[in-house]
């Protein structure tokens, strides 16, 4: 299921290699991610990782000033315990001036 939310960008982090013989290529970006008020004991928000493909993705990163707002196209993805939300595409929002 793919769908598109709004959200700040507050980071980008990539590995290429391998660790104990695995080997790992991933971009991970950090999202600003409001926290669960409901209950009264949260307040503000935490920073999440989402996956956004090989770390080919990471360059289009570069020149950014972060954090910035953006429209995430995401896909919600499970392995049939648990869900998450992974990157497919993403695009800066504009700052209208005013």
């Known amino acids: 299921m793919q769908m598109q939310i709004q959200g700040q960008i507050m980071g980008v982090k990539r590995f290429n290699g391998q660790i104990d013989g695995k080997t790992f290529d991933y971009c991970r970006v ?3 991610t409001p926290l669960d008020a409901s209950q009264g004991n949260a307040l ?3 920073a999440s990782e989402y996956d ?3 770390s080919i993705n990471f360059e289009q990163f570069k020149g950014a000033s972060f954090p910035f707002e953006a ?3 995401v896909e ?3 392995n049939g315990k648990s869900q998450k939300l992974k990157i497919i595409g993403f695009r800066p929002r504009t700052q209208s001036k005013g």
């Open 30 to 32: 950090i999202v600003s």
């Open 44 to 46: 503000g928000s935490s």
């Open 52 to 54: 956004y493909g090989g």
């Open 71 to 73: 429209d995430l196209n």
């Open 76 to 78: 919600l993805v499970t």
